[in-house]
């Protein structure tokens, strides 16, 4: 009767009826039908209305499943044309995910802009990029509740990296004194505790990096001046400051993360009241200062100096110099 259908895309392929038979027989099913006879008479009725309809011009598949839609709600099967309306729904918006996505892909390809002060514009970078888009329109499409997919994509609401929903943890606070006492295995080999500033420092920008491969959202030690002060209570001032000026340094360009991008890294400090605690905090803050190698603003760590009163708050208080 037929002999070409045209497809989305715009390529006319043979037409092949029992493939309306197996839609409708599908849908079916979904309802608890099991008749593949019923579906085999409806067919016929879409094939007539298809013949009086388009009378031998060739038509497209959206044509053909419009017409499934209104045989099977007047022959009364109205569970069966929801579920192959539901389905048909689901089909488009697989499909608009796919062609947004490869949207996406090509402007990330053509694109030369830095977003993200974190994320360059190396090849490594590009592939991060195209992966977070294919991911989001995974979980918008596949996981995400439809309520839920369709409010994010309108802006009413935003799902902030959305691109790692469901693949592992956001944050978290490392206790670096007990690594750095005890030693730490990051995959490939186990490290020995550190004994002097130098190393300590390095190993910790070590463990924020590994920790951050781990996880998608910030890495932070909350109490780094405490948990660095065993190691520098017999140094030198200028000691000090040259391992927190590794530190600052490591911590903006070891590009371990995927995408290029250098860990996303937080340190806490500023309560602690002993000499050698004292000691990292100053000279942590002064490397901070004092910028990368021709005075850059360093990007990382974000060093975040806790105020408490009797502390450091008012005028008089033991670290309010700091």
Avoid at 183 to 212: C, E, M, V, W
Avoid at 266 to 271: A, D, E, K, Q, V
Wanted: proline share 4%; hydrophobic share 40%.
């Amino acid at each position: 009767m037929f002999k070409k259908i045209l497809k989305r895309d715009g390529r006319e392929v043979p037409f092949d009826e029992t493939k309306i038979t197996d839609a409708i027989f599908k849908a079916a099913r979904a309802v608890g039908g099991e008749d593949r006879q019923t579906a085999m008479e409806l067919t016929i009725e879409v094939l007539k209305l298809l013949k009086k309809k388009y009378n031998g011009q060739v038509f497209g598949v959206e044509g053909v499943q419009d017409i499934v839609e209104k045989v099977l709600i007047e022959a009364g099967y109205a569970r069966t044309a929801k579920a192959y309306i539901l389905y048909r729904d689901k089909r488009t918006r697989m499909r608009e995910a796919k062609g947004e996505l490869m949207d996406a892909v090509a402007e990330i390809l053509e694109e030369t802009s830095r977003e993200n002060a974190n994320i360059g514009n190396s090849p490594s970078a590009k592939m991060l990029q195209i992966a977070s888009a294919a991911s989001r329109q995974y979980y918008l499409s596949r996981l995400l509740p439809e309520e839920m997919s369709l409010a994010h994509s309108k802006g009413d609401i935003h799902i902030h990296d959305l691109d790692f929903y469901g693949k592992t943890l956001n944050c978290i606070q490392i206790p670096l004194d007990r690594l750095l006492q005890e030693g730490f295995n990051t995959g490939h080999g186990y490290i020995r505790p550190p004994k002097r500033p130098t190393s300590a420092t390095a190993l910790a920008a070590i463990i924020l990096q590994s920790s951050q491969n781990d996880m998608f959202g910030g890495q932070s030690f909350p109490f780094f001046d405490k948990q660095m002060a065993p190691f520098v209570e017999n140094e030198d001032e200028n000691e000090v400051f040259q391992s927190m000026e590794a530190l600052v340094y490591n911590l903006n360009s070891m590009h371990s993360r995927a995408g290029s991008q250098v860990p996303f890294s937080s340190i806490n400090l500023g309560t602690e009241t002993d000499e050698a605690s004292r000691k990292v905090t100053r000279n942590l803050l002064l490397a901070f200062e004092a910028g990368l190698g021709k005075g850059e603003n360093p990007i990382f760590p974000n060093i975040i100096f806790r105020l408490r009163e009797g502390v450091n708050f008012n005028p008089g208080d033991p670290n309010y110099d700091l």
